[in-house]
C-alpha cells in the first residue's frame, strides 16, 4: 500500500527557515498532483502549495507567495517545501498530499509539526 512520509519538520525562530520533504513508498513522481497543507489547532486544513508532477505548474496560498517554494527532486524522489521568512502565524502541523487522477481517494502523510517562536 502506499505510504506518503514526511520529515523536516520542528522549531525554528521567527525569520528562520525549514524545510519538508516527502517521500512516498513508491515513486513520488507517480502521483500526478502533490501538495502541502497545514492545520492549526482549531482550524481547518488549508492549502499552503501544490504542484502538478507533468509540467511542474504550482499554486500558493496567498500567505506562502514569495516565501515558500514547492518542487519535486526527482534525484531525491521527494516532493519538498521551503518555508522562508517564517513567522508565528505559520504554526501548524503540516501534511503531504498525492493524488492519482481518477483514483477513489488521496493518500496523506501523518504530518511533522513546525513551530515558529516569536
Known amino acids: 500500500q502506499v505510504q506518503l512520509v514526511e520529515s523536516g519538520g520542528g522549531l525554528v525562530q521567527a525569520g528562520g527557515s525549514l524545510r519538508l520533504s516527502c517521500a512516498s513508498s513508491?515513486?513520488?513522481?507517480?502521483?500526478?498532483?502533490l501538495a502541502w497543507y497545514r492545520q492549526a489547532p482549531g482550524r481547518q486544513r488549508e492549502l499552503v502549495a501544490s504542484?502538478?508532477?507533468?509540467?511542474?505548474?504550482?499554486l500558493y496560498a496567498d500567505s506562502a507567495k514569495g516565501r515558500f517554494s514547492i518542487s519535486v527532486d526527482r534525484a531525491r524522489d521527494t516532493v519538498n517545501l521551503q518555508m522562508n521568512s517564517l513567522k508565528p502565524a505559520v504554526t501548524a502541523v503540516y501534511y503531504c498530499?498525492?493524488?492519482?487522477?481518477?483514483?477513489?481517494?488521496?493518500?496523506w502523510g501523518r504530518g511533522p509539526q513546525v513551530t515558529v517562536s516569536a
Open positions: 504542484i502538478t508532477t507533468t509540467g511542474d505548474n504550482t
Open positions: 498530499k498525492g493524488v492519482h487522477f481518477g483514483a477513489p481517494s488521496a493518500y
Open positions: 513508491t515513486t513520488i513522481t507517480t502521483f500526478n498532483f
